[in-house]
């Protein structure tokens, strides 16, 4: 059940990430937050989903910086 709320909020995070990327034309954001939304279906255990779902969602600010 928890892996199942985190892929949903990494979805929904990602979702928010793809629309934005796509509305500033930013290759980045779309690419991060396509990457939220795919990797729950390829990534198992509770911390391995929270720990690469971090990674993604702060790689567009460690890059853009």
Request: contains cysteine; charged residues 10%; glycine residues 12%.
């Amino acid at each position: 059940m928890n892996a199942f709320l985190i892929s949903l909020v990494t979805g929904s995070i990602g979702t928010g990430y793809f629309i934005y990327g796509k509305k500033r034309s930013s290759a980045l954001y779309m690419l991060s937050g396509a990457a939220l939304c795919g990797y729950p279906y390829l990534v198992r255990g509770l911390i391995w989903l929270i720990i690469v779902g971090l990674l993604f969602a702060i790689l567009p600010f460690i890059i853009k910086s």
